[in-house]
């Protein structure tokens, strides 16, 4: 095992992620993992931290979804989340995130999503600090006892659970928690990688017709084989009034009976009430980051009586159904056709930018 | 019979409200009936109506809670809605809106609260058009076939079912929508009808706690006596930042499960978000008019996992269950201690200023 | 149009059924439509009921399934049942049986399904009253005012339609009634047409595998086209204790999520507890007859919490969705090819004598 | 801290409960607690145990429902499942069963009630093993780390605790699964501590109208004092058929909306199924031993739509909804009262022969 590892390293908000050499830890816990880093996936979020719009430790290594292969695993650490058995050598992919299991919301409200104490990897942690490989973005990351891990012991590839990343997990959450009716007709609001996995999940669901609106026109292309009935181009409808009023003419003039928002920007929240049939629901999934306040009338919801639901993360349980989804309906929904771009670690920044600005629609970081 | 029949009028918006005569039907349709009123309810709607806050047809006989006595029944009305036989002279009290059971929203989503065809005594009718006395501000009131009618044959009394009038219909279609736990600690914002029919119908779903918050002291008084555990007077908390504050103190700091928003200006919606917990359920259930736009950040919907629910008015059913609670619970919550004001029709005006002023909890009109 | 029609008649329990003339209505209700039947299927209820296992008035024309062309439309039919314009010559199908809309399970309990007044065209008439044409299995049938027609005004094809029949809203109602889980894990017990369209059903909503037990291997062999995961063919299998392991096998050794009986027959009730994960659901759809008594263990419902859920008929609603369903992924679900045998009028007890040795996987009647 | 503690032991089945002496455990783990036992209560359960209806491992400590002052505690033990600190001296109750987080049932399919490595004070432990004081019926009991505790530091009296026992957990998880719906009118099967804690739970969940069955007198009267609306003593109506014609009687002729058993005998699951309106919900809730088997018709289960729901033990979550139900609606639901029996340990075979004569309604063994 080498003595050090290199990572691509936040040191500061809105300044260039670079290289830099940790130590690399000699010996894990009972219950850790050292896993070297096969891939991992630069999420839309990842922007938002590089910005600062979220307050993390610095410095930091990001990167939330990884794949790796195992280099050392702690004696007590027998089994995956599954109960497969689990040994150097296996390729695994794991939930980005920890709960505590003990406090308010893990234990009293079965919510652990919002665990008072919720760690994730890639976000929480100063790599200053040992074990020091903390996120995605380096040769190695260290695997705290508690994380639930998935053994990879199949075909499934490693560009499709990248591809699908923390938007499938986090689309699977949202639409568990939102509840939607068999044969419900969905618009989904944006064509990045939330608004793709939400696509193919409302399908999953048995949504009879799904309605995508965004851009660029390649991911809409994605849209349209996965399985959208009608995408709605914003650069072709860049008025909110006149895809509004496409909406109706597709939903016999009542509007759907469920939209996704996977957007992030305030605006379109009112725009998604109006493409409500009454009586619709609204997944408020895309706001990840503060992005601000907009107006809203609640007459709009008391008469139309709407419900608008939000959801945050995901659990474990989550990426279990995402890996059985990707090996059962890979084939109608090849994720991997997402990730367009890869970079090495040294050019993690550019990644980064990539994603930024639309270029991609899933870059990913190859150390 | 008599050749004509009085009642109070509203001629156009914002003017006084005068009593008039019309003429009397002289015989009902197979399935309809004509019920002498015996006390028709001031609703929070009816002040909204009478200033234009929605567009109703005018010259308009307000009232749509009403309870009477059955002076004239068709030939082929043989039954009240649960089966029970109808015959002149029978106490009755009716669901105020019809739904046609054949549109979009009746047939395919079975959400008959939004038919596109609804008509609603005492708001959809030109009362200068036969049969003229189509409100409960009036002696007589004529039912169309098809009204959901419920006998009262037992002791339940007309002021219990006009204090609970059709806040309680809608606090229990509102609570059914929303979908409440058993145990939920709920804040109600609102000490109107409709915030006591909440913190009625909220003990009566097993709610552990309810903090009401609201004014003035004597409807506290009413809350406390069906069973608030806290109520806050917004004169002594006139501040949203307080009132929140010390919404969390009741609740180890976390916020409530449940919040019910049964008060109708749009800026009571932002300060109910911020005393939620994580994941809990907000009931936007005071918006019956148009009261303007408030900021929201979606980025709390979504970070904080809520349910934002609206609800519209009720369906019969909720009336039969709304008597069955009345009488069953009825010693429990004493909605006739509600009825704090009687007018004769002559002076239905200032019976609905009295409402607009806070000084009645319920005012009601007895022709 | 002709002064007489014809239609097979059932004048008396377990004996031959034959063709018979009768007089044709010559003129509808304002709400009534004349339909000259297109095609009639046979379900295995109709077996059922030649066999006198309900009680049903005789003489009886037949046939719950039907598709067929408007002769004569009533001048107040002016709409389908989602609102599209009916006329004569319009090809149209139509929910089978008729809810009152005014009982206690009508509208107390929403559940019309149960109506106490409930009719059904094929089952609940005397053809020797007028109408007379009252059964699919004729050359002309009449709809009463207030059925649900549905009007085919598109390429679905009478084939599809009839091939899925009664099952395919038999399951839908009874997949509703259940709540599936996305990523649920199915055994259905029974390859006949519910039983496959049950299959179809549980795939759209979202489960990630279906073991189907049944045969005969040809429609096993559909099971599969449908996509099953597993076909377990009784006749390799004829021991439940074997299968009930095999299910063990192919679950983990859990048992499944979700367990569909559509056999009809009482002992595989307590297989398929077996076949039950704890807390496992298990729908029981098939038992449309009185098909007597089986041992139960009610130890093993606490123990193992499970839901057992009945189900009956269906709603106009669902035949909404199942038409949506045949024209949305009939590509996947081709039920057209169900249909593998077609009788004339005059061969309609070959018809069910073919249905009842499994001989066909649906047989069909065409006047 | 004594050396020796004195246990009521359960040596082999069917022979007489005798008290033994232990070693005294000296210091505790960490994570462990050591309880001075002050009240356990006798659960129908102890009876079946006795008799060798389940398997357990022998010599055995019974007593699975317990009240006791803490004696020592482990330094990391600091907060119990509410975060309040805990230190020597707290009255605590406790979970009695372990789930350990990590199996299918735990982590895949969240229902730790059937975890496949459970374990439950006062069943699950040989108590010749260290630390040998695994029961209730004993001077001392050792709570092992992650143990759901309680603290009890309120006027709650531990009479109300036991004198609930697991019967309130019980009814409060099968109420749960089951999903009751507001106003629903209710039977419940059994006068015993589950039946009485069924009501008071039903009642709690806003059931319209509860009929008890059951007996004898004693406990028929605190089913009234509770809120039963009707009580059919089985002494006066021995029939089946006449307690399901009352029942429907009492049920506008259709039968309840919800049943639910808590008798634990197989019989009477069909009697319930008559007694049931179509559509309505069944709990199986008294099943916790294996009585054998009985003849029921699956047609029935189709035919009325029912849903059959089993429910198994309880989660810590539901003790905190048991606690909080005690505190604030203790007043109406008086279970301290149902304690009517009291035994030394030395006494405690007779605690258990008055239980199972149904002497008393409640027997406790007070150490």
Chains 1, 2, 3, 4 share one sequence.
Not at 123 to 144: Q, T, V
Not at 260 to 289: F, N, Q, T, W
Not at 337 to 366: G, N, P
Request: charged share 20%.
């Amino acid at each position: 095992m080498p003595a050090t590892f290199k990572a691509a390293v936040l040191e500061e908000f809105r300044t260039p992620i670079a290289v830099r050499e940790f130590p690399l830890l000699q010996s894990v816990e009972p219950a850790g993992v050292l896993v070297r880093v096969q891939m991992a996936g630069v999420c839309g979020t990842d922007v938002h931290l590089w910005k600062g719009q979220l307050s993390i430790p610095r410095p930091n290594i990001l990167g939330h979804e990884t794949v790796g292969i195992i280099e050392q695993c702690g004696e007590a650490l027998q089994h995956d989340w599954h109960g497969l058995p689990l040994r150097k050598g296996d390729r695994i992919t794991w939930s980005s995130s920890l709960a505590c299991g003990h406090c308010f919301y893990c234990k009293e409200k079965r919510q652990p999503t919002r665990c008072l104490n919720r760690k994730a990897y890639g976000i929480s942690y100063n790599c200053n600090e040992p074990p020091h490989c903390s996120g995605g973005y380096a040769e190695f990351i260290y695997l705290r006892p508690g994380t639930a891990i998935f053994k990879l012991d199949d075909p499934l590839s490693t560009e499709r659970v990248i591809g699908a990343g923390c938007a499938l997990v986090t689309a699977i959450h949202g639409i568990e928690r939102l509840g939607m009716n068999w044969g419900d007709v969905v618009v989904i609001q944006g064509a990045g990688p939330v608004g793709l996995a939400a696509l193919a999940v409302a399908l999953g669901h048995g949504a009879s017709r799904v309605i995508l609106i965004g851009g660029p026109e390649a991911r809409l292309k994605t849209a349209r084989r996965f399985g959208a009935a009608e995408c709605l181009d914003i650069e072709a409808l860049p008025s909110a009034e006149k895809r509004i009023q496409r909406v109706r003419e597709l939903t016999r003039g009542y509007g759907a009976d469920v939209v996704i928002e996977c957007v992030g920007s305030p605006e379109v929240v009112p725009e998604a009430i109006e493409m409500c049939r009454d009586g619709a629901k609204l997944l408020v999934l895309g706001h990840y980051g503060d992005a601000g306040e907009v107006s809203i009338n609640p007459h709009h919801i008391t008469r139309k009586q709407l419900q608008l639901q939000g959801s945050w993360g995901s659990e474990p349980r989550h990426m279990a159904q995402a890996l059985e989804f990707l090996r059962d309906r890979g084939d109608h929904f090849p994720f991997e056709e997402l990730v367009t771009h890869r970079f090495s670690l040294e050019r993690a920044m550019e990644a980064i930018e990539t994603t930024q600005r639309w270029q991609s629609t899933k870059s990913v970081v190859v150390p």
